[in-house]
Each structure stands twice: as structure tokens, then as C-alpha cells.
């Protein structure tokens, strides 16, 4: 069965900061994973996923992610937060017909 | 290309009354339906989901039902309200197939309270 853990319900960083959203996942198969973005009271955004080939993935808004099989993580970076970044965080792993989603990250950042 | 449309996007209903939400998609065929739920505080709960006309797979037994009367026509409903049913409703469409790399795409919401 697939998993998905989010280290850290909530982050707060400055502008300008790094942003480091955790991610570890379980899976029975090779992955599919995916994270997703939520402003409030929106439905969520993909921001970039992994299936197979390059490990290091980039997404929209300046993010990206890493895939580490010898470490079961997709953590989610950015170099320089940005006001707009403020938002939840949701990572993602595919299963039987569904997605598996973690309990998300909110993201904070402060001026 | 295609598009997902959820409504209403904010509901009051008092406890008893029943629920209809309705999501459509266009610009697909036969895509897999989901609805899920964000109570405050809470990650998302996959409620429901279909892979076809008329087959839906319930996650969650609760008094929430659902129906896939058209290809990419998914409903949400409940013949009776409860407090604990308030919360933020999301529907999405994709995942096609087992362990597909296909991501989910979602609608807008519906802001649920029930009174």
C-alpha cells in the first residue's frame, strides 16, 4: 500500500528565505509523485510531479523537487520565498485509482 | 482542453436538509471522478470515487452518497445534513488507470456550512 508522510503541519519563513517543505513516502511500486498547492478557498494546483527519468523536477513558481529513493523523499524547495508563496502544501503519491495524499504543509511567510 | 466545473461555491444548509452538489468536466472522456472533503483542521478525505458510469467506490461509510449518471457528471448528496458534514468540498477528475502518472485536477470548491 502507498503512504505519504508531511513532516511539519506548519512553516513560517521570511522573504527572501529558503523554503523546504518535507515529504516521505511509502510504496509498494515504483511511485508517481506530485505536489500540489492550495491558496484559500481554492482547489489545489499542481505544482510539479515525478514519474520517471531526471530525479530533480521543476515546477511552477520557482519550485522544485528532489526524488530520493535511498531516502523514500520528494521534499519540496525554493530558493527565495515569496509573499505569494503563503499557501498550503499538499504532496502526493499515486495508488490504486486514487491519489494519496499527506496531511499537507501550511506555509507562512513573513515580511 | 478541459476544464472542471463545481457548484455552488458556498452553501448554508440547516441540519436535516439534504445536499446536491454537482460537478461536471469537459473536454475529456471518461475520466476517473473523485470527491473529496477538507474539514478545518484536516488534510484531505477521499470520499468517493467512480472509474465509470454508474460505479462509485466509497472511502469513508458516512451519510454521504454519490452518483455518476453521465460519463463526466459526478454528484455528491445527502438526504440529511449533519453539523459534522460542514467543510470544504472539492471535486477533481484524472488518474486514469492503476498507478497512473496522470495528475488530478481540481475544481474551484463548495464552502458547505450547515447550521
Known amino acids: 500500500a502507498q503512504s505519504v508522510t508531511q513532516l511539519g503541519s506548519h512553516v513560517s519563513v521570511s522573504e527572501g528565505a529558503l523554503v523546504l517543505l518535507r515529504c516521505n513516502y511509502s510504496s509498494s511500486v515504483p511511485p508517481y509523485l506530485f505536489w500540489y498547492v492550495q491558496y484559500p478557498n481554492q482547489g489545489l494546483q499542481l505544482l510539479l510531479k515525478y514519474t520517471t527519468g531526471a530525479t530533480l523536477v521543476k515546477g511552477i513558481n520557482g519550485f522544485e523537487a528532489e526524488f530520493k529513493k535511498s531516502e523514500t523523499s520528494f521534499h519540496l524547495t525554493k530558493p527565495s520565498a515569496h509573499m505569494s508563496d503563503a499557501a498550503e502544501y499538499f504532496c502526493a503519491v499515486s495508488g490504486t485509482d486514487k491519489l494519496i495524499f499527506g496531511t499537507g504543509t501550511r506555509l507562512q511567510v513573513f515580511p | 482542453s478541459q476544464t472542471i466545473h463545481q457548484w455552488p461555491a458556498t452553501l448554508v444548509q440547516p441540519v436535516g436538509s439534504p445536499l446536491s452538489l454537482e460537478c461536471t468536466v469537459e473536454?475529456?472522456?471518461?475520466?476517473?471522478l473523485y470527491w473529496y472533503r477538507q474539514a478545518a483542521g484536516r488534510g484531505l478525505q477521499l470520499l468517493f470515487y467512480?472509474?465509470?458510469?454508474?460505479?462509485i467506490s466509497s472511502e469513508v461509510p458516512q451519510n454521504l452518497s454519490a452518483s455518476r449518471p453521465q460519463d463526466r457528471q459526478f454528484i455528491l448528496s445527502s438526504k440529511k445534513l449533519l453539523l459534522s458534514d460542514s467543510g470544504f468540498y472539492l471535486c477533481?477528475?484524472?488518474?486514469?488507470?492503476?498507478?497512473?502518472?496522470?495528475?488530478?485536477?481540481f475544481g474551484n470548491g463548495t464552502r458547505l456550512t450547515v447550521t
Open positions: 473536454g475529456t472522456s471518461n475520466p476517473n
Open positions: 467512480s472509474v465509470g458510469i454508474g460505479q
Open positions: 477533481a477528475w484524472g488518474g486514469i488507470g492503476t498507478h497512473s502518472n496522470s495528475p488530478l485536477h
